[in-house]
């Protein structure tokens, strides 16, 4: 049994065509346009065929801009994660630092006080040697010279044992030159990656301002 033929008019040229069967795609023999043909219910009607193409072109695009938006989404937890580590980094290496510098200058007290103890003892057998030569008051100015700067040094507050190995173990053995390296370094990186999170993040939403 012959397939139905239906007769629709060009959109183009307004010239006859003719429909035959399940067809799906109508050629204009007279203006060489092609058209899609659209069936609904009882009607049937055409389209251009460009436009149909660029309906799949756009839901192609979509579906590229949704891979896109998923892969951003999952490089911004990332990177959230990265400077959130960058983060407790630097506030490692900066306690490292303070630490390390504490350490220090509790060294230089301690290395002050050794000096100190060595000038008194000297001091002492000066003292000695004038009281028992009969010069007393220069032997008393000597000895008052001598104890004068441990009136300064009681007023410094000292580092106990326990705050000690607590800046021991801030600062992980390292001196405060390597501990400023490494801080100077963490806010770099931190900085870094606070900056392609801001840059991924200006992406997603030029990528997700184009699906909507």
């Known amino acids: 049994m012959d397939a139905k033929i239906i007769s629709l008019t060009c959109p183009n040229c307004a010239a006859k065509l003719q429909i035959q069967g399940e067809m799906s795609i109508a050629k204009c023999s007279h203006c060489d346009r092609q058209f899609l043909i659209n069936r609904g219910g009882s009607e049937i009607w055409l389209s251009p065929l460009m436009k149909g193409l660029e309906q799949v072109k756009l839901g192609s695009d979509n579906m590229a801009i949704e891979l896109a938006l998923t892969r951003l989404r999952e490089e911004i937890t990332y990177l959230n ?76 507050p000292k580092l106990d044992a326990k705050s000690i190995a607590k800046y021991k173990q801030n600062s992980g053995g390292y001196d405060s030159t390597v501990t400023k390296t490494q801080m100077e370094l ?23 301002s184009l699906k909507h």
């Open 81 to 156: 994660q990265t400077v959130e580590s960058k983060k407790q980094d630097l506030i490692t290496w900066t306690r490292a630092h303070n630490s390390a510098l504490a350490l220090e200058k509790a060294r230089k007290f301690g290395n002050y006080i050794k000096l100190l103890y060595g000038a008194v003892a000297i001091s002492l057998i000066g003292f000695m040697a004038l009281y028992q030569n009969g010069r007393t008051e220069i032997a008393m100015l000597c000895l008052i010279t001598t104890f004068a700067p441990f009136i300064g040094i009681a007023l410094i």
């Open 186 to 208: 963490s806010e770099q990186e931190l900085a870094a990656a606070e900056k392609q999170l801001a840059d991924k993040k200006n992406e997603y939403q030029r990528k997700y």
